[in-house]
């Protein structure tokens, strides 16, 4: 089958929706999380090196470990939107090009 033809499919069209809308949120709050940490680190460098009670534990480092956190979060979300609406579109357009499954 044509590559033509596979974008003229309601399936492919459907899946380049479904991939634009998890991609943009994602990615936007993706770089805004990063962003924010630079910020802070750049114009708010002494209140990261605040720490937290009577510890050693600063909140530069509870904030680095979140943006840690929050990346495999996103990759969570995307894994499992990938799962169950990126992946049948494509096994969807895959079986209507011939190709193998």
Do not use: D
Request: one cysteine or more; aromatic letters at 8%.
């Amino acid at each position: 089958m044509q590559l033509e033809t596979i974008r003229q499919l309601p399936e492919y069209a459907a899946l380049t929706r479904a991939r634009k809308k998890i991609m943009w949120p994602l990615s936007l709050a993706t770089i805004a999380a990063y962003f924010a940490l630079i910020l802070t680190i750049a114009f708010h460098p002494t209140t990261l090196g605040t720490p937290i009670g009577n510890g050693v534990t600063t909140i530069g480092m509870v904030l680095g470990l979140g943006i840690i956190l929050f990346c495999m979060l996103i990759t969570g979300i995307y894994v499992y939107y990938a799962n169950r609406v990126l992946e049948p579109l494509t096994q969807a357009i895959v079986k209507k090009a011939g190709g193998k499954q």
